[in-house]
């Protein structure tokens, strides 16, 4: 079992940055490989970054890349998401999700957090 808590969201103006964080409990953090994924109004919930199990492997939605970062720190059981160059387009709640493997499909993961919601004012 795995809980998963995101925070760090705001509104912030275009062309600006936010850190989401998520915390997970338990003791088996570093088993999974850990996503975001994002849900504007009105649309489907889409993938946006993925991490493996010890961070060596990253993988992004070719609408953030190279605006966006993951990163994990297995010690403190979190994962992170560095959101730079905000787009107003980027505005959604934004929810980090754990899975065994890496995967960009949300229906692979199996724990998902409440979301925060991130809104990018123009």
């Known amino acids: 079992q795995v809980q998963l808590v995101e925070s760090g969201g705001g509104l912030v103006q275009a062309g600006g940055s936010l850190r989401l964080s998520c915390a997970a409990s338990?003791?088996?953090?570093?088993?999974?490989?850990m996503g975001w994924f994002r849900q504007a109004p009105g649309k489907e919930r889409e993938f946006v970054a993925a991490?493996?199990?010890?961070?060596?492997?990253?993988y992004f939605a070719d609408s953030v890349k190279g605006r966006f970062t993951i990163s994990r720190d297995n010690a403190k059981n979190t994962v992170y998401l560095q959101m730079n160059s905000l787009k107003p387009e980027d505005t959604a709640v934004y929810y980090c999700?754990?899975?065994?493997?890496?995967?960009?499909?949300?229906?692979?993961?199996?724990?998902w957090g409440q979301g925060t919601q991130v809104t990018v004012s123009s």
């Open positions: 338990g003791r088996t953090f570093s088993s999974y490989a």
């Open positions: 999700a754990a899975t065994p493997r890496l995967s960009s499909r949300p229906n692979e993961y199996g724990y």
């Open positions: 991490i493996g199990r010890t961070g060596g492997n990253t």
